[in-house]
């Protein structure tokens, strides 16, 4: 990428995913001991639903290392908008369920600026891969958008998988039903943000049982405290360290 100011923008995303880190880092030291920690965030060696999606994005990573070319390059692209635009979300409703709950406030309040740079990141992308298109239509056969669809596919697959092992049927409020349904509408959002077609029949429209978890992540979102006096998310003020 030559381009200044995406440089620019990929930088300041490095520079926020650090402050990702050490916001998780935060929020493990303040419920555990720092071996617990440590193991918990080594598990995906160990754990094979963890290491099956780290593997897979990290195979187009070493694909393009490789063989760098534009097929491999778009296959990074993609797997970089999965990242932000997939993989996270079944962990975003996790706290989001909290809050909403009033348990955990502080800490949903973490995920929700965490959220929020995610959310930019993804525009990121997104606008670098149909730039990409723009540049490079020859690239994008039929054959090419199946794999980068398949990709987006397997991606849902995964992150309901996942859903599945950590939350469940055990956490209330949510149900594996409702993760299904909300990452396969996220799915079709995510495809057809980048000029692929639906990867899942019948989930276009967000589900209502999952309005929730859009509301929280908006940048103006209203929160009533349990003495009915609202909270504006986005002004740093009305902040609490309450975890």
Not at 76 to 94: D, H, K, Q, R, S
Not at 129 to 141: D, G, N, S
Not at 172 to 186: A, E, P, W
């Amino acid at each position: 990428i030559s381009a200044q100011e995406v440089s620019f923008c990929i930088n300041l995303q490095c520079f926020q995913e650090d402050i990702h880190s050490q916001s998780y880092t935060y929020i493990l030291d303040t419920i555990c001991s720092p071996d617990e920690r440590n193991s918990i965030i080594y598990d995906f060696k160990n754990d094979s639903i963890m290491l099956k999606r780290y593997e897979f994005i990290n195979g187009k990573y070493e694909e393009f290392i490789d063989n760098p070319n534009l097929i491999s390059f778009i296959k990074v692209l993609v797997a970089n908008y999965i990242l932000e635009g997939l993989y996270f979300y079944t962990g975003f409703m996790f706290f989001y369920n909290l809050g909403r709950n009033s348990k955990m406030n502080g800490t949903a309040q973490i995920i929700r600026k965490v959220n929020k740079d995610e959310n930019n990141h993804l525009s990121l992308f997104k606008n670098i891969i149909l730039e990409f298109k723009k540049e490079h239509k020859e690239i994008f056969t039929p054959e090419v958008e199946s794999i980068l669809e398949n990709m987006i596919k397997e991606a849902c697959i995964q992150e309901i998988e996942w859903g599945f092992y950590i939350i469940g049927n055990e956490i209330r409020g949510l149900n594996i039903d409702m993760i299904k349904d909300y990452i396969k509408y996220l799915g079709n959002i995510r495809a057809t943000s980048i000029g692929l077609k639906p990867i899942f029949e019948g989930h276009q429209k967000e589900p209502l049982s999952m309005s929730w978890v859009s509301n929280f992540s908006k940048d103006d979102y209203i929160k009533l405290d349990n003495y009915g006096s609202s909270s504006l998310y986005s002004k740093s003020s009305t902040l609490k360290d309450d975890l």
